[in-house]
């Protein structure tokens, strides 16, 4: 039957009748999710116990708790400005609250970043899958309605815009008789329309489809300041990043650091800041501006290359694209740009399965061909000194958010000629007022095994293990280690026998100190935000003290110290009245109050 718009809770309906009420709900992961749909039959199955909907997923997006403290003051009066009016998923919302109907369950390969830590359902529906596996276990779950939120292209074709990832080969699959499966869209035209073969749906293929509401806005990532060790990282990863080559970058601050590493360069001026390293050397050099430029080719095209497309760094091209990505979240600017990009720009911008991104099976030689000097960029929580990477569980076995495409792209660096896989990360983290190291002796969970190590990027510089002996690989590892944590690590290596007993830390490493990255990186008066943000200038200001307030949660001396310092402190008006804290009232107001003066002080005054 011709498919015509029709209300979400009459899809709903009607998915439950053609499926007999026992739906196996196929969702592509982040933006590409039709909420008003998914709402509407969770409503449903809610409501009709002998129904039944069982969801395969990823990364549900959610806004951050802004139910108390800081972050309600901060958030909760900007959150349209800073998210976009994204409407809730009801599941989510259930699932959180411990309230999902028996009959409706959640299962996600992949989840965003730290959200879902000790909600049992989430972590014990959780499936393990490398990207390029996920599909798989999707094809032989053998769902039978694929949802996803569409963008309008022309009057024969709908796009599958930010998720081409696993939905077009699921669909080509469906195509070949292999699958079947009802397609159900919601189409939103603040989605940017991405055309191309694998991105191209005809509008006979869409079974059912509905508008999305004129308040759905799409939901926008929150750009993260950038920090010195942020920079730091995107510095050293910038000479390592050969002209001509192929280039993987991810979201977030290490990616904006990255991008912004790459466009210094482009201009001059990254020598300048890299001469004047305190750091141990290493063997990299890549220093001289985009002549040949670089390819593309990553999972998530984020707005780090993005910026590097439009500045004429990356455009390489292979089959005429520049990039070829998988899919796209990012912020509200990102979308913007997209969909002013020029017509024959936004070509060059193939969206693909992630089955051409992230492996290289299927047209073989040509991939291998145009994926030269490939440079697959990602980031981990924490490094072994074996260099052994967790990227995405807890000691606790919490799972924090997926491996992803990680694995997948470092197995490629170690199948192409010339291709590296680079892991970025920071030294050290702070929590409950304690610095602790990232890089560790041991990790009970590995999300990649030291057989795959080959360069891990820390602040204090680059450690290149490929190939390396353990007790050399260790060697390096020390070498960007933070100061503070060499001895006790190397004492480790050494009562595992896999040092020398006399073995030493070198003189050059022990400048590995927040003190010398600071004397290093303050006088080039690098960017918080390198490609803008969504926080006004107070908010700009307030940023460095929410920070210092987090690294002290949970430790109430560090609490305390807050508090009675600002109780003296000077208090920022500006800051104080945009908290709601230039006239407390309660108890708790005026220790809230104290806290935050006393974290602006404190950063003000020691801002690393």
């Given at each position: 039957?011709?498919?015509?718009?029709?209300?979400?809770?009459?899809?709903?309906?009607?998915?439950?009748?053609?499926t007999?009420?026992d739906?196996?709900?196929?969702?592509?992961?982040?933006?590409?999710?039709?909420?008003?749909?998914?709402?509407?039959?969770?409503?449903?199955?809610?409501?009709?116990?002998?129904?039944?909907?069982?969801?395969?997923?990823?990364?549900?997006?959610?806004?951050?708790?802004?139910?108390?403290?800081?972050?309600?003051?901060?958030?909760e009066?900007?959150?349209?400005?800073?998210?976009?009016?994204y409407?809730?998923?009801?599941?989510?919302?259930?699932?959180?609250a411990?309230?999902?109907?028996?009959?409706?369950?959640?299962?996600?390969?992949f989840?965003?970043?730290?959200?879902?830590?000790?909600?049992?359902?989430?972590?014990?529906?959780?499936?393990?899958?490398?990207?390029?596996?996920?599909?798989d276990?999707?094809?032989?779950?053998?769902?039978?309605?694929?949802?996803?939120?569409?963008?309008?292209?022309?009057?024969?074709?709908?796009?599958?815009?930010?998720?081409?990832?696993?939905?077009?080969?699921?669909?080509?699959?469906?195509?070949?008789?292999?699958?079947?499966?009802?397609?159900?869209?919601?189409?939103n035209?603040?989605?940017?329309?991405?055309?191309?073969p694998?991105?191209?749906?005809?509008?006979?293929?869409?079974?059912?489809?509905?508008?999305s509401?004129?308040?759905?806005?799409?939901?926008?990532?929150?750009?993260?300041?950038?920090?010195?060790?942020?920079?730091?990282?995107?510095?050293?990863?910038?000479?390592?990043?050969?002209?001509?080559?192929?280039?993987?970058?991810?979201?977030?601050?290490?990616?904006?650091?990255?991008?912004?590493?790459?466009?210094?360069?482009q201009?001059?001026?990254?020598?300048?800041?890299?001469?004047?390293?305190?750091?141990?050397p290493d063997?990299?050099?890549?220093?001289?501006?985009?002549?040949?430029?670089?390819?593309?080719?990553?999972?998530?095209?984020?707005?780090?290359?993005?910026?590097?497309?439009?500045?004429?760094?990356?455009?390489?091209?292979?089959?005429?694209?520049?990039?070829?990505?998988?899919?796209?979240?990012?912020?509200?600017?990102?979308?913007?740009?997209?969909?002013?990009?020029?017509?024959?720009?936004?070509?060059?911008?193939?969206?693909?399965?992630?089955?051409?991104?992230?492996?290289?099976?299927?047209?073989?030689?040509?991939?291998?061909?145009?994926r030269?000097?490939?440079?697959?960029?990602?980031?981990?929580?924490?490094?072994?000194?074996?260099?052994?990477?967790?990227?995405?569980?807890?000691?606790g076995?919490?799972?924090?958010?997926?491996?992803?495409?990680?694995?997948?792209?470092?197995?490629?660096?170690?199948?192409?000629?010339?291709?590296?896989?680079?892991?970025?990360?920071?030294?050290?983290?702070?929590?409950?007022?304690?610095?602790?190291s990232?890089?560790?002796?041991?990790?009970?969970?590995?999300?990649v095994?030291?057989?795959?190590?080959?360069?891990i990027?820390?602040?204090?510089?680059i450690?290149?293990?490929?190939?390396?002996?353990?007790?050399?690989?260790?060697?390096?590892?020390?070498?960007?280690?933070?100061s503070?944590?060499?001895?006790?690590?190397?004492?480790?290596?050494?009562?595992?026998?896999?040092?020398?007993?006399?073995?030493?830390?070198?003189?050059?490493?022990?400048?590995?100190?927040?003190?010398?990255?600071?004397?290093?990186?303050?006088?080039?008066?690098l960017?918080?935000?390198?490609?803008?943000?969504?926080?006004?200038?107070?908010?700009?200001?307030?940023?460095?003290a929410l920070?210092?307030?987090?690294?002290?949660?949970?430790?109430?001396l560090?609490?305390?110290?807050?508090?009675?310092?600002?109780?003296?402190?000077r208090?920022?008006?500006?800051?104080?009245?945009?908290?709601?804290?230039?006239?407390?009232?309660?108890?708790?107001?005026?220790l809230?109050?104290?806290a935050?003066a006393?974290?602006?002080?404190?950063?003000?005054?020691?801002?690393?």
């Amino acid at each position: 039957m011709p498919d015509t718009a029709r209300s979400a809770d009459a899809i709903a309906q009607e998915i439950i009748t053609r499926t007999g009420g026992d739906i196996r709900l196929a969702l592509p992961l982040g933006l590409g999710k039709p909420v008003t749909l998914v709402n509407a039959l969770t409503r449903a199955v809610a409501s009709r116990p002998e129904t039944r909907l069982s969801i395969l997923t990823a990364l549900t997006l959610e806004r951050p708790d802004m139910s108390d403290g800081m972050a309600q003051r901060f958030l909760e009066p900007v959150a349209d400005r800073l998210f976009g009016r994204y409407p809730p998923l009801a599941y989510a919302d259930m699932l959180r609250a411990g309230t999902l109907p028996g009959n409706i369950e959640v299962s996600e390969f992949f989840m965003q970043a730290g959200r879902w830590i000790g909600i049992r359902d989430a972590q014990r529906r959780y499936i393990p899958a490398n990207y390029t596996h996920a599909y798989d276990v999707l094809a032989n779950w053998r769902p039978n309605v694929l949802m996803q939120l569409l963008a309008p292209l022309d009057n024969a074709n709908y796009s599958l815009s930010c998720n081409t990832d696993i939905s077009a080969d699921l669909l080509r699959e469906r195509r070949a008789g292999r699958q079947d499966f009802l397609v159900v869209g919601e189409v939103n035209d603040k989605l940017p329309a991405m055309d191309g073969p694998e991105a191209r749906l005809p509008r006979d293929e869409v079974h059912l489809h509905c508008e999305s509401p004129a308040e759905f806005d799409l939901f926008s990532v929150v750009k993260r300041p950038v920090g010195q060790p942020e920079h730091a990282i995107g510095l050293h990863v910038a000479r390592t990043i050969p002209d001509g080559g192929t280039l993987q970058i991810g979201i977030g601050a290490i990616g904006d650091a990255v991008a912004h590493a790459l466009i210094l360069r482009q201009t001059g001026q990254l020598s300048k800041i890299t001469d004047t390293s305190p750091f141990a050397p290493d063997a990299f050099d890549e220093r001289d501006p985009f002549d040949t430029g670089l390819y593309a080719v990553t999972e998530m095209l984020v707005d780090g290359l993005l910026q590097l497309f439009e500045r004429g760094i990356i455009k390489r091209e292979v089959d005429g694209a520049a990039i070829h990505a998988g899919f796209f979240v990012d912020c509200r600017d990102f979308y913007d740009r997209l969909r002013e990009l020029p017509p024959e720009q936004r070509a060059k911008i193939h969206m693909m399965p992630v089955s051409y991104t992230n492996q290289l099976y299927g047209d073989e030689p040509a991939k291998r061909a145009a994926r030269t000097d490939a440079r697959f960029v990602n980031s981990a929580m924490k490094a072994t000194l074996l260099g052994g990477l967790v990227s995405d569980i807890t000691t606790g076995a919490q799972e924090v958010s997926g491996i992803g495409g990680q694995f997948n792209f470092i197995e490629q660096a170690f199948a192409l000629d010339g291709g590296r896989a680079l892991i970025t990360l920071p030294s050290t983290r702070t929590k409950n007022g304690q610095t602790v190291s990232n890089i560790v002796w041991e990790h009970p969970h590995e999300s990649v095994p030291r057989a795959y190590r080959d360069i891990i990027v820390t602040e204090y510089g680059i450690a290149d293990l490929r190939g390396q002996r353990d007790e050399d690989a260790i060697a390096r590892m020390l070498a960007i280690t933070d100061s503070r944590f060499q001895d006790e690590l190397l004492d480790k290596a050494k009562s595992a026998g896999k040092v020398a007993r006399d073995f030493t830390i070198e003189p050059a490493w022990r400048a590995n100190t927040p003190e010398s990255l600071a004397r290093w990186l303050a006088p080039h008066n690098l960017p918080d935000f390198p490609f803008g943000t969504d926080f006004d200038a107070v908010e700009r200001r307030i940023l460095p003290a929410l920070g210092r307030l987090s690294e002290t949660q949970g430790n109430k001396l560090g609490m305390a110290r807050l508090v009675l310092s600002g109780m003296t402190a000077r208090k920022p008006p500006e800051e104080m009245a945009r908290m709601g804290l230039d006239r407390p009232g309660t108890l708790k107001d005026r220790l809230e109050a104290w806290a935050l003066a006393g974290a602006l002080q404190a950063v003000t005054k020691h801002p690393s």
